[in-house]
């Protein structure tokens, strides 16, 4: 498969909504792709998918994991005018809310409208201007009159996205809404892709996993762990880049935009897995960047690391600026890094591969 097919599959994954709680679209194109190169793809209740290439019985399993939901923002009451109120989904900031264009996702397809914002000339107080809106102000205008045309398009629960394309700004800088984390997921099938095209020398078995409601809880990562239980997990989600202008470094550490993805310590994050994973980037002469977790990580790997007997489990992260914003922004050489470590680490992996503290 060519970089031109796993380019498309990155715009299709972009282009496609994943909002937490209504996956479905984005796995579907998540799922397509992987289904070309691997040896079994399951999906569970919840819609979360695992694509797996089986070595054999009685090896170690990797899993790979990344979540597929975005977060967003759900219809919650219409007005008798044709006004639809929303509430967020998952960490959406509502102070970025207001005079976008959004897709509201019905059974259908997809309503265009607009959230409403008050002219500056007419704002008082009052009607927020000035303030951090609370979400129970964000309201969404889809250009009808009354309630009943407003039901006719879309109907209280339907998911809400931010209208913003992803784009180039230039070979390496990648900008979108939600790169959070359908990053990840593009990551995770292009290394269980490139370990595909190496399978003659795998040891291990590999799972690459897409969950569902990372963004709510890390549901999907703990219902599917649960189930395969593997001798180790590489999850990968986006960290904060903490490079650009108001960011206290010392505060939240020194992490940079395109110097590599960052390897965390500390909390779910196992010793062993950590100290594999450093001496892979060493090897190979991938240039990472170092996190401390200091309670917890915030990602799917909180939910997997304490499944039944415990899962030895590591974070590698991908620095991202804007976070939870529509126009979140990456560096594709740390994808590609990424990608390659987790490549040479599954690689690397011996068909009894175990990790435990206290081993030697
Ligand atoms: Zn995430």
């Known amino acids: 498969m060519s970089n031109e097919t796993s380019k498309q599959f990155l715009e299709e994954l972009l282009i496609t909504p994943s909002p ?17 190169f691997s040896d079994e793809v399951v999906t569970d209740a919840y819609g979360s998918c695992a694509a797996k290439i089986n070595t054999s019985g009685d090896v170690a399993t990797v899993l790979l994991e990344a979540h597929c939901d975005e977060i967003g923002m759900v219809v919650q009451h219409i007005t008798d005018q044709g006004f639809v109120y929303v509430n967020k989904l998952g960490g959406s900031d509502s102070t970025i809310a207001r005079a976008k264009k959004v897709y509201i996702h019905n059974k259908k397809g997809r309503v265009v409208g607009v959230t409403g914002n008050t002219a500056i000339h007419l704002q008082t107080t009052k009607n927020g201007g000035g303030k951090e809106p609370a979400w129970k102000e964000i309201y969404v205008d889809i250009g009808v ?23 180039f700004l230039n070979d390496e800088i990648l900008t979108g809404r939600a790169l959070d984390n359908r990053i990840g997921g593009f990551i995770i099938a292009e290394a269980l892709r490139r370990i595909s095209e190496k399978k003659k020398d795998l040891k291990v078995n590999v799972i690459a996993l897409n969950s569902v409601q990372e963004e709510v809880g890390g549901f999907g990562a703990r219902m599917m762990s649960y189930r395969f239980m593997p001798d180790v997990a590489l999850v990968t989600d986006v960290t904060h880049a903490t ?4 960011i206290d470094q ?18 779910a994050n196992h010793p062993k897995v950590v100290d594999f994973l450093e001496e892979i980037c060493e090897k190979a002469k991938i240039e990472v960047q ?13 939910s997997i ?51 435990s503290v206290f081993d030697e």
Request: with cysteine; glycine share 8%.
């Open 20 to 36: 937490t709680g209504y996956e479905k679209e984005g796995v579907k194109v998540w799922k397509t792709y992987v289904d070309q």
């Open 145 to 167: 009159s009354s309630k009943e045309e407003a039901l006719e398009m879309v109907q209280i629960g339907d998911p809400i996205t931010y209208a913003t394309d992803s784009e």
């Open 243 to 246: 490079d650009t202008p108001g």
């Open 250 to 267: 010392k505060e939240n550490g020194t992490v940079l935009l395109g110097k590599g993805p960052t390897i965390q310590h500390g909390g």
């Open 290 to 302: 170092h996190e401390a977790t200091s309670v917890r990580t915030g990602t799917d790997t909180d």
């Open 305 to 355: 690391f304490y499944q039944q007997t415990g899962i030895p489990s590591a974070l590698i992260s991908l620095p991202l600026r804007y976070m939870h914003s529509p126009v979140e922004l990456c560096s594709m050489e740390d994808v590609e890094k990424l990608v390659t470590i987790m490549v040479e680490a599954v690689m690397a992996m011996r068909p009894d591969q175990t990790f």
